[in-house]
């Protein structure tokens, strides 16, 4: 460990039980992702069968990375999780780059997707002049704040939401499966073909995607009690529980419609509640919509603040950001550029665009993450680990590779978006390295 990696480790309260954790992992996960990629993946499969398998194979490669996850942060419970795990198992200069990614684009830029998200659908139940900005912005601002006014702030907001979410999904379940009229299929119906790799790899990535964000409760490892076990049981509890919802929802559209029906429908879950309740069906799907996206919002501005803590406090250029507020127990300046960018990020109205790019290089930084496992059992043998990954190397490699495979489609995809736009990204994310340097420098 370099001296630098002691400069993060400071104790912090541990204010997060099993329930906070979980709470975060379930609502980070549950964005609006779901209410769209269901049809995606029926058309891409076009068979019940596969469509389950697919989401059965995407919950379990989940829980492969969730169980590399639980010996790191269990074995390390160092605020900013895979900050800590890349700047110490890789250097100072992979860090540095992940934070600067995360801070500039990656994790602001997700803040303010998922943001923008809610203020599409927030327009929509109450419509006013601007209304899809005002609502977006005013999301980063209300939670950002939240999460200044303390950690007990922000995990209460954070409970209830993800709660939130899940009484939600499981009453459209509940709808789909014995209140929908089972109407056919539209007439212009997708037809069923046979299923290849190409298809099934595709609908997986998709479904990766949907699962995306349980990762990021490593984040808020030093805060958590009993990190030893609660890591771990938290992890697995909030997939258990996401994955499950995520099944039962696939299960609860093919009665309504159909994996024909789904694949033609342009708002598969819109559809299921407005065939059983009319028009205020659509406005409790919009409803959702908002409420899994906070959710999200508020799960992330929780957790990346202390990525941005942990990085201010071993660069000098940036110390700003490693300011700690004592009094509310959480990194005040940190929270405040997250929410400032993640607006400007708004406004600007390219955020979108700037995730897709930079998608490719988190993958990158994820398998890396998965690397860091391989490397610290080697360096450090004798080092306390609560809880060790089965089948090592087997289950740590499965998850590298999925990073990578995923890395690769991130990278075919962005530069079908533009040309060369994956570099664009890694170029947004490797702009870092001039201002790493003069960091290092200002610290000598």
């Not at 769209?36 to 076009?46: E, H, K, V, Y």
């Not at 927030?122 to 999460?147: E, R």
Request: net charge positive; proline share 3%; hydrophobic share 50%.
């Amino acid at each position: 460990m370099t001296q630098q990696d002691s400069a993060s480790n400071q104790n912090h309260q541990k204010s997060l039980g099993l329930f906070d954790v979980t709470a975060i992992i379930v609502g980070i996960i549950i964005g609006s992702a779901i209410y769209q990629t269901p049809s995606t993946i029926a058309g891409f499969l076009g068979s019940a069968h596969w469509i389950i398998l697919v989401w059965i194979l995407g919950g379990g490669l989940s829980f492969i990375g969730a169980l590399c996850y639980a010996e790191l942060a269990s074995a390390h419970p160092k605020e900013g999780g895979d900050y800590f795990f890349l700047h110490h198992g890789f250097g100072d200069w992979a860090g540095f780059l992940y934070a600067w990614g995360r801070l500039w684009v990656i994790h602001s830029g997700n803040i303010a997707m998922m943001a923008a998200i809610a203020g599409i659908y927030g327009a929509k139940l109450f419509p006013i002049a601007h209304g899809q900005t005002i609502y977006s912005i005013c999301a980063v601002i209300i939670f950002t704040g939240i999460n200044c006014c303390g950690v007990r702030q922000g995990k209460i907001s954070q409970n209830i939401l993800a709660s939130a979410q899940v009484i939600g999904l499981v009453g459209v379940i509940f709808v789909a499966f014995f209140l929908s009229p089972g109407a056919p299929a539209p007439v212009e119906q997708v037809k069923a073909s046979s299923v290849t790799f190409q298809s099934f790899l595709m609908a997986l990535i998709f479904v990766q995607l949907t699962f995306g964000g349980w990762s990021d409760c490593a984040f808020v490892a030093s805060e958590v009690k009993r990190p030893e076990k609660n890591i771990l049981r938290a992890l697995l509890l909030g997939l258990a529980i996401v994955t499950l919802i995520y099944l039962l929802i696939n299960l609860a559209l093919l009665a309504a419609l159909g994996a024909q029906g789904m694949a033609a429908s342009s708002g598969v879950m819109s559809q299921v509640m407005e065939n059983s309740l009319g028009t205020s069906g659509g406005r409790i799907i919009s409803a959702l919509v908002v409420i899994c996206a906070l959710g999200s919002v508020n799960g992330m501005i929780l957790v990346g603040g202390r990525i941005y803590h942990a990085f201010g406090q071993d660069h000098s250029l940036f110390r700003f950001l490693g300011q700690w507020n004592s009094k509310s127990s959480v990194p005040l300046a940190a929270f405040l550029i997250q929410g400032v960018i993640a607006c400007l990020l708004l406004l600007s109205g390219s955020f979108e665009q700037l995730v897709i790019y930079t998608s490719a290089a988190h993958w990158l930084f994820m398998g890396m993450v998965g690397i860091s496992l391989i490397v610290f059992r080697k360096w450090e043998p004798n080092l306390n680990r609560p809880f060790r990954v089965p089948l090592f190397p087997l289950i740590p490699l499965i998850y590298i590779a999925s990073c990578g495979i995923l890395f690769h489609s991130s990278l075919t995809y962005a530069n079908s978006q533009l040309a060369y736009g994956a570099w664009l990204g890694f170029g947004l994310v490797l702009s870092g390295l001039p201002v790493y340097w003069i960091s290092k420098r200002l610290k000598r």
